[in-house]
């Protein structure tokens, strides 16, 4: 199971209804309007999808930064 | 002889939380699936909201010999809101009446009790009342307002030759306690609080492991019907989606938001107004949240 950085990237700016290009290790809930309690769940449902539910997203439910979650897939991928 | 659900009815108030209002209605809208969310008049309880169905039904209450009152909003913290009914209402002094504390989950505990009244022969007709009034722990700012609402049901249950209800499965995760919690504001008020994604995320990890056990234990895929609680569109799309259950058979129904203990039991009554379920019809029901705590059961009418 796999996800690059740009895959990531869709699927937060989808969730957020943002352009792709204002995603980056910058982007969290604090700077982002759109990044909400309801954009949270976007991103959370999307990535859920993602992994065809195959991988617990209970972390990543306070995780909201872009940064943290990238993070997080990584060591938990790479652990598989 | 069998338990079985006898009638339904609800109360749902009038007063609304208008989301057309708000800037972002429609991203609300589509997550959610929810339009209006209604509340209690200002000054109002949940034994108001409760009689109000209670009333309409006078004639089967009288009947009842036990009278059990799902809610985490009473009016007072003792004595129990079922005391108060009985009185307010003229029912039997020789009835059985006690409150549960649930939530979302709690019109499940509810019929489990009063099955097992039944079951044991303590009870022969039981008036279960699901009730809730969040809306008097949500300040201006709340956003969960435009997600719960006030409501009030009130299920009967009798007996029959014909198994009507059951098996149960239940579980609980206190550790998770405080995802979703009623607990004092920085000004020292009472303020309902919910960690939404970690409700999520808490969901699509136990529930569909859940309903894969109850559908094992039950051994009959023959299920006409699912209705769980109704929490959000994003919520029971999700579960729809990993439980692999057709669409057709899942009801969604968020005509009046989330209505927390009473949303199983409004659902159902409005798909049997609808003609859709039928006499007959096997339904999973599923209720989970608050505690956190769940519980899932099978009816047939």
Redesign the interface.
């Known amino acids: 199971m796999k996800i690059s950085e740009q895959d990531l990237k869709k699927i937060i700016s989808k969730s957020l209804n943002v352009k792709l290009n204002k995603i980056n290790d910058e982007s969290n809930s604090n700077k982002m309007e759109e990044w909400d309690s309801l954009g949270q769940l976007s991103i959370i449902s999307s990535l859920d999808k993602k992994f065809k539910g195959k991988i617990n997203l209970s972390k990543v439910a306070s995780m909201y930064s872009y940064k943290e979650i990238k993070i997080f897939l990584k060591k938990k991928l790479a652990m598989k | 002889m069998e338990p079985f659900i006898s009638k339904i009815d609800y109360e749902v108030p009038r007063y609304k939380n208008h989301l057309k209002k708000l800037k972002n209605f429609y991203?609300?809208k589509k997550?959610?699936g929810i339009v209006d969310t209604f509340k209690i008049k200002e000054g109002n309880s949940v034994i108001d909201l409760a009689l109000k169905v209670c009333n309409r039904n006078l004639k089967d209450l009288k009947k009842c010999d036990a009278l059990i009152f799902v809610t985490q909003t009473p009016k007072y913290l003792l004595p129990s809101c079922s005391s108060i009914l009985q009185g307010k209402l003229g029912l039997k002094k020789n009835i059985l009446t006690f409150d549960i504390n649930m939530g979302c989950s709690g019109f499940v505990h509810g019929l489990s009790v009063a099955t097992g009244l039944i079951k044991s022969k303590i009870s022969n007709n039981i008036a279960l009342i699901c009730a809730d009034t969040y809306s008097r722990y949500f300040t201006k700012e709340n956003?969960n307002k435009f997600i719960f609402s006030d409501a009030a049901s009130l299920t009967f249950l009798k007996k029959r030759k014909k198994k009507g209800i059951g098996p149960f499965l239940f579980g609980s995760d206190g550790n998770n306690f405080d995802k979703i919690i009623i607990k004092d504001n920085k000004n020292n008020n009472l303020e309902f609080y919910m960690?939404?994604?970690?409700v999520?995320?808490?969901t699509?990890?136990t529930i569909?492991k859940l309903i894969k056990k109850y559908l094992n234990i039950i051994k009959n895929n023959d299920i006409d019907f699912y209705i769980f609680h109704q929490a959000s569109k994003?919520i029971l799309e999700?579960l729809m989606?990993?439980l692999e259950i057709k669409n057709n058979k899942f009801i969604t129904d968020l005509k009046y938001g989330n209505t927390t203990s009473s949303s199983i039991p409004i659902t159902l009554k409005r798909a049997i107004e609808k003609k859709k379920i039928k006499k007959n019809h096997r339904i999973i029901i599923c209720g989970f949240g608050v505690g956190l705590a769940w519980g899932v059961s099978s009816i047939i009418l």
């Open positions: 991203k609300i997550k959610t956003k960690s939404g994604s970690e999520y995320t808490f699509l990890n569909p994003l999700s989606n990993k």
